[in-house]
């Protein structure tokens, strides 16, 4: 751990450091956490490389956003509560500005035709994202050629997608599962051993 | 009432998105289109046009513009305040732990099973997007020339990211270029 001294001018350099980040970086979690550990691992030097690891899988693996959780960890691992405060307001306030601006503009706007035909354009433009993104995530698993995901991913799909199951239930089925399998992979392995 | 309904909403996308980014996607859409009825399907699809054009996490934009349309302002900070509230608790708790618990072998086990679902729910509520991307009117009579050239500005917008790493924002600006000349040329 670095030790840091604790005063004004550090939590405004906290506050300020993620209030530019968020309001600068476009794509989210996967773009912002790259730029924090740039930030206070390389330039300011107020966390160790290993540690920011660390906060990236935890934050990959906590519920919520993937940025507001990793400024979460950092502001915390600087300067405590307070710092875990400071920097969640600096990454929540710049799309609560940006986005409650724009809602009034896209208001005024959505009736224009032009506005319109923009918007169904973008529209299909984000279809097309979100299809590279399913793509992706799915080849990932695929990859994995772990029977128990795959059949996991499929079921989970035709679940939500045919039967409409509640999200929450299949989440808590998912943890279940996953958390049995590696129990009782586990189980399985000490009984070899004692062969 | 309607500001404590808006950080109830938003505390439980925030608490059953695991995996960041569009993982809030699904639950968006479920507690927020289906459930509350606060988005029309196609506000829903505005909203992830702006957040792709926009800093910040696709959860944080449609808190402020869910929050901004039900209750203006107060709104806006009241579900932003949800979103962050099971970030806040768990994350917290979590890093006081984390030196602790650092390779339990359950919470390994558990992550691994969710992967997968997650993957499962933002495929459908991708599909759902996509659905409305080429039937802007629903389900029609047969098929006309606008969901054909939806279909091909699709594929062509999936064939650019995929094969020529283009930046989505580009793809997204392009659609929309390509949108208002159809526009004009149908005119």
């Not at chain 1, 691992?41 to 160790?48: A, F, P, R, S």
């Given at each position: 751990m670095i030790k840091i001294e604790k005063n004004a001018k550090l939590y405004l350099k906290l506050f300020t450091s993620t209030l530019t980040l968020s309001a600068f970086t476009l794509g989210g979690g996967y773009v912002i956490v790259p730029l924090m550990r740039k930030k206070f691992?390389?330039?300011?030097?107020?966390?160790?490389e290993k540690e920011m690891l660390d906060y990236v899988a935890l934050a990959q693996s906590s519920p919520g956003p993937i940025a507001v959780n990793t400024s979460i960890l950092v502001g915390f691992s600087i300067a405590g509560a307070v710092g875990a405060i400071l920097t969640v307001l600096g990454t929540v306030l710049p799309p609560l500005v940006i986005i409650s601006l724009l809602y009034y503009l896209y208001d005024a706007f959505r009736d224009n035709a032009i506005v319109n035909a923009a918007l169904i354009g973008m529209r299909i433009g984000v279809a097309a994202v979100l299809l590279d993104v399913v793509f992706r995530m799915v080849r990932l698993i695929v990859k994995e050629k772990n029977v128990l995901s795959i059949l996991l991913m499929i079921s989970a799909f035709v679940a939500l997608q045919f039967?409409?199951?509640?999200i929450v239930l299949i989440i808590a089925l998912a943890a279940i599962i996953g958390a049995a399998d590696t129990i009782i992979k586990s189980l399985r392995e000490r009984r070899q051993t004692k062969k | 009432m309607i500001i404590l309904q808006l950080i109830w909403a938003f505390f439980k996308i925030g608490l059953f998105s695991i995996g960041g980014g569009y993982a809030a996607l699904p639950q968006i859409h479920n507690i927020?289109?289906?459930?509350?009825?606060?988005?029309t399907q196609e506000e829903f699809a505005d909203v992830l046009t702006l957040s792709q054009m926009t800093p910040g996490p696709i959860a944080l934009n449609a808190a402020t513009f869910v929050g901004t349309k039900v209750a203006g302002l107060p709104g806006a900070i009241a579900a932003t305040f949800g979103n962050v509230l099971p970030s806040i608790i768990i994350v917290l708790a979590l890093a006081l732990f984390y030196s602790r618990y650092r390779n339990l072998k359950g919470v390994k086990g558990v992550l691994n099973g969710l992967r997968p679902a997650v993957v499962a729910m933002i495929t459908v509520a991708s599909l759902a997007v996509l659905f409305l991307a080429l039937f802007p009117q629903g389900i029609p009579q047969s098929i006309g020339a606008e969901n054909v050239i939806a279909f091909v500005m699709v594929a062509l917008g999936f064939f650019l990211l995929r094969?020529?790493?283009?930046?989505p924002i580009f793809v997204i600006l392009g659609s929309g270029g390509v949108g208002i000349l159809l526009h004009f040329i149908v005119k």
């Open positions: 691992v390389q330039e300011l030097k107020w966390i160790e039967f409409k199951v509640n | 927020i289109v289906d459930g509350m009825g606060w988005l094969v020529f790493k283009l930046d």
